[in-house]
């Protein structure tokens, strides 16, 4: 028997919680969120981190790079995962598995045991994957890129979030401990929630408004063939560098903005703390922005027009990342870091308009594919600031000027007719549905 819970909702009720498509949102935001606040709550204690250990910083952004490359693999690997057992079996395994090298973080003695941690507690970066397939699964074509784009940003508070609690989660353990032990006992603290949340993920969200997924043959042979079928499409490869250049953008200031504020800005570290919390923090409502505003143009000039808009978006977070790479005094650069937050954060939401309209059988190994191009991005941007004598404020020049390029990128991106119809059709019959549902 159809009810409103068993077609995909055409709505965003915040309120809600007794249905499975809200379930699903609060559920996939507030995962996300634990395991972005885990993801980065190393770079939240770099100085501590860095001074205790003895390393020096260029091995801390060593460990940054190798912490966000090993979300790469496992970002197209969940996907896979996540379009054979479910988001919700996907989720569950991964918060939990997760949270055993954030908890085993707290007992690193050298520059080697970091390396190695971070790798492992990149994997859990995978989660924004299985954020984005379960929203995409629970909403409908009006309503899924502010959806999506509203669970991601959510998400990515934890980022933000993290570089405020940590140094004061800190603090507090310092009361009663030497520093040294205190970032230790700090660290450890995201890993019980993780694990709490991946019981309760499993416990009240369900794959779809009609159900969980129903794996046929549990042991059949896992394969690639899935993600060969969907980098055919020209599309989903200039989806992958178009996120490069936006969340990896954001994955690179998460990593540096701390210690680029401490070195360059001469702050303290508390002070630089809060500011990059403000990057992160902006989330809350940017990346929502992107999303609704990919809705409204797809409304009115078809999946094109979500297209247009990623340009727009893109366009202005380069040239306001050129702005923010010359400035050198604190008062006039967080104004500009805020500008470029919302420019940067409103392109990753309007990329994620587009994801779910390209291929709908493929949609989660395509979210996997375009999620692993923005930790490719991240990777291959954090060179930059490990060259020697090239200034971190030349680094963050240059992101800009790839950025613009890759903005025009964007618009090489085309959708048919046959394309915009068959996104329409799914739309009216969705409403269709619910208007017969009210009648009854």
Known sequence: MKTKNTVPAIAIKLW???????????????????????????????????????????QFVTTSQWAVGSTIIMRLLIGVLANKFGPRR???????????????????????????????????????VLTQVHTSLMFAPNIVGTANATTAGWG???????????????VGFAFFMPE????????AVPSFFMVIMGFLYYKYTQDTPTGNFKVVDEKEKFTLKPLLTAVKDYRVVLLFIIYGACFGIELIVNSNIALYLINDMKITPILAASIAAIFGLMNLFARTLGGYYGDKFGKKSGLN??????????????????????????????PVLIVFSLFVQMAEGATFSIVPFV???????????????????????????KIEGFSWSHAFMTLGVLVLGVSFLSLLIKFSPQEDETAEKEMIKIRETHKELELH
């Open 16 to 58: 809600d919680f007794k249905s499975p498509q809200m379930r699903a949102f609060h559920f996939s935001w507030f995962a996300f969120f634990l395991c972005f606040f885990g993801w980065f709550s190393f770079p939240a204690l770099a100085k501590w981190v860095i001074d205790d250990l003895g390393i020096t910083v260029s």
């Open 359 to 385: 291929n709908k059988k493929l949609t989660s190994v395509i979210a996997g594919i375009v999620g692993a191009g923005g930790n490719t991005g991240a990777v291959l941007g954090l060179f930059l600031f």
């Open 90 to 128: 996907t989720y569950t395994w991964l918060l939990i598995l997760g949270a055993i090298p954030v908890f085993l973080s707290a007992f690193i003695q050298n520059y080697e045991q970091l390396l190695v941690i971070r790798i492992f507690v990149g994997a859990i970066g995978a989660s924004f």
């Open 156 to 170: 990515n508070l934890g980022g933000g979030v993290t570089q405020q609690v940590m140094p004061l989660l800190l």
């Open 180 to 187: 040294e032990l205190a970032w230790r006992y700090a660290m």
């Open 305 to 334: 027009g979500r297209v247009k808009w990623l340009f727009t978006t893109l366009f202005i977070e380069g040239c306001v990342l050129l702005v923010f790479a010359q400035i050198h005094h604190i008062t006039a650069l967080v």
